[in-house]
């Protein structure tokens, strides 16, 4: 058998000045200077990455884009993944640069 559980006693809506007081206090929260974080870590920073590492990712494409990479690399001396590689760079450099405010 289930108990009922005896409400609370109800409150009331805080006074005008206590509500002014915290209004005040959170205005002046906002107006302090930004205080510095120490430098973040990311994850590409981390120690243990290494630079001869090559992580494998699946690229799915419309069919005419890739044949359209084929027939490039048919004719210069890029593979695929060095095609890719580095046409993406520096997109990836800049979107991280973006990211992390180092524009």
Known sequence: MAIKKK????????????????LDAFAA????????VPDQVYPWQEPHVRDDVM???LLKMPEP????LK???NYTPYNM???ILEKITPEIEKEIARM???A
Do not use: C, N, W
């Open 7 to 22: 409400p609370g006693p109800l409150r009331s809506a805080p006074s005008p000045k206590d509500k002014d007081a915290a």
């Open 29 to 36: 929260g906002a107006m302090q200077p930004e205080q510095t």
């Open 55 to 57: 992580k494998q990712v």
């Open 65 to 68: 884009l890739y044949l359209k």
């Open 71 to 73: 027939h490039i690399t």
């Open 81 to 83: 993944t060095s095609f």
């Open 100 to 102: 992390t405010g180092k």
